[in-house]
């Protein structure tokens, strides 16, 4: 059963442009959704957190936003870089129990 | 930079032989997770400590892997008798507590040939 559930599979942008990545989950529980990124032959990386008490959060050219009554969230990337080229996971947790996963987002931004 | 540190980086085995792998969370974390990656992405939660217990295992942890995090040593995962299906990349993350922010790292990727 997939809990984190990740749209799309694959994504290209140019750069400058906007990547809208989305992510939905099942368990209204869950109050924690961090987004990480994961460069090939790198481990995954926090890249940005939310939790529920607020429905967007921002961190320079990377923003969240988040619809809790329709349980899903997504992660928009500001004038791409080919550097933020890399595979994006989105996760859920709440407290006292692990983080789950999505599949997974691979972005390609091209110059 | 994640400063948790896992060993081998890889690790090749023959079907039915153990496979063993460490962690040493970073420094001040109590809770240690281990996720298996397989080449699809996809993220399978094997076993989670707060120091030397056990939060949380699912049942395949319960079979042939058995995992330990003894107070002043690394922490390990070891597959019993591999199979070709155990084949990915795995993955141990630490954290300051529960229901916050992980560090992964760089993970042991196991070939069973």
């Known amino acids: 059963q997939q809990q984190v559930r990740q749209s799309p599979q694959s994504l290209t942008v140019w750069e400058g442009e906007t990547a809208i990545l989305n992510c939905s989950y099942e368990?209204?529980?869950?109050?924690?959704f961090p987004w990480y990124w994961q460069f090939p032959r790198e481990s995954p990386a926090l890249l940005i957190a939310?939790?529920?008490?607020?429905n967007k959060k921002e961190d320079g050219r990377f923003t969240i936003f988040f619809n809790k009554r329709e349980k899903k969230l997504s992660l928009h990337i500001t004038d791409s870089q080919p550097g933020d080229s890399a595979t994006y996971f989105c996760?859920?947790?709440?407290?006292?129990?692990?983080?789950?996963f999505g599949t997974g987002t691979k972005l390609q931004v091209v110059p | 930079n994640s400063k948790v540190i896992q060993t081998p980086r890889y690790l090749v085995k023959g079907q039915g032989q153990k496979a063993k792998m460490r962690c040493i969370p970073e420094?001040?974390?109590?809770?240690v997770f281990w996720y298996q990656q397989n080449k699809n992405n996809e993220f399978k939660f094997l076993i989670n400590?707060?120091?030397?217990?056990?939060?949380?295992q699912i049942d395949m942890t319960e079979k042939r892997f058995s995992a330990e995090c003894p107070s002043n040593s690394p922490c390990s995962l070891e597959i019993q008798s591999s199979e070709a299906g155990d084949s990915a990349l795995y993955l141990c993350?630490?954290?300051?507590?529960?229901?916050?922010?992980?560090?992964f790292g760089k993970g042991t990727r196991l070939t069973v040939v």
């Open positions: 939310i939790r529920p008490v607020s």
């Open positions: 996760a859920a947790s709440y407290s006292g129990t692990y983080q789950r």
């Open positions: 993350a630490s954290s300051l507590e529960e229901n916050t922010e992980v560090f």
């Open positions: 400590f707060q120091n030397q217990e056990v939060l949380q």
């Open positions: 420094k001040g974390h109590p809770v």
């Open positions: 368990d209204s529980t869950f109050d924690y």
